[in-house]
């Protein structure tokens, strides 16, 4: 990539973060996720440019090593998601808003994220969250899953990654890998949880609307509809997490009476070449 395509991306992920800060971060807000990746790095400045009177009772919580050193480097407050204060029935409190990136977005806004290596902690924060709000570069836009983006990352304990490779290529996928640490390390990519990321590619994922009695999505020749698919990775022995997010948002799980389940987002701003924002809302 040239610099002055990379400097076009940059500069399209920056408009994408500012705009998403602007429309969902308030300062009423007191906890707030911040995932990891490239395009975070925006987002968080952006945060900063708001200035200590904006931001100065607000609490961060990161999603890994690389969102927290950006945090510490900004100057704002952040813990754990572990060390969050519990309400009066002992639970830990929501976070009120969720800013994270995503490798790809389909047309409702179901998520493959985990490129960067932080799924786990990534997920954790997303549901944690009473919303969730994806930013990203138009590159990740795409109507299916697994269509620019053509795998899935799943982390997995290491011992038990022979079986989850034999068992990912039973169901369709074509060639799973365990994810190399190169060039950074030699070895396998260690995940902060000290386990392991299968890339696995899969068929473009249909949405329930797809589906017909001949097409059921439920991995016949390979195909498979994304709620299906993850319902059946994330029941496989030896696999931690999935790097594909979906079921239901924030708002919407209000409705359900599922707090805290919710991987969604409500919204994701896409950045443009041109310097326009694309918003997609959930319906």
């Not at 890994?64 to 704002?76: D, I, R, V």
């Not at 930013?135 to 990740?140: I, L, N, T």
């Not at 060039?183 to 696995?200: F, H, L, Q, R, Y």
């Not at 195909?223 to 239901?248: N, Q, R, S």
Request: net charge negative; hydrophobic share 40%; proline share 6%.
């Amino acid at each position: 990539m040239s610099s002055s395509s990379a400097n076009l991306i940059n500069s399209a992920k920056r408009a994408a973060s500012f705009q998403a800060v602007d429309d969902h971060l308030l300062p009423t807000h007191r906890f707030v996720g911040i995932g990891s990746g490239s395009t975070v790095v925006f987002v968080v400045e952006a945060i900063a440019a708001k200035g200590p009177s904006f931001y100065g009772d607000m609490t961060f919580v990161p999603t890994g090593s690389q969102s927290k050193g950006l945090l510490k480097a900004a100057g704002l407050r952040l813990c754990n998601l572990d060390e969050r204060p519990v309400d009066e029935r002992g639970v830990p409190v929501a976070l009120d808003v969720v800013f994270d990136g995503a490798d790809e977005v389909d047309e409702e806004l179901n998520l493959i994220k985990g490129g960067g290596g932080c799924l786990f902690q990534e997920k954790l924060v997303a549901v944690s969250g009473r919303k969730f709000v994806a930013v990203a570069d138009s590159r990740k836009q795409s109507p299916r899953l697994c269509t620019t983006w053509k795998t899935i990352p799943i982390e997995v304990l290491p011992l038990a990654a022979p079986d989850v490779l034999s068992r990912l290529r039973a169901m369709g996928s074509p060639n799973p890998a365990v994810r190399s640490g190169l060039p950074s390390k030699a070895g396998e990519c260690v995940t902060d949880n000290g386990m392991w990321i299968i890339d696995a590619p899969f068929a473009p994922l249909l949405l329930a609307k797809d589906l017909t009695p001949e097409v059921d999505g439920a991995g016949k020749d390979g195909v498979w509809e994304v709620g299906k698919l993850a319902d059946e990775l994330v029941k496989m022995p030896g696999i931690v997490e999935i790097g594909l997010f979906t079921g239901f948002n924030g708002v919407e799980a209000v409705g359900l009476g599922k707090e805290f389940q919710a991987q969604k987002p409500i919204a994701a701003y896409f950045g443009t070449p041109t310097g326009q924002v694309e918003v997609q809302r959930a319906t």
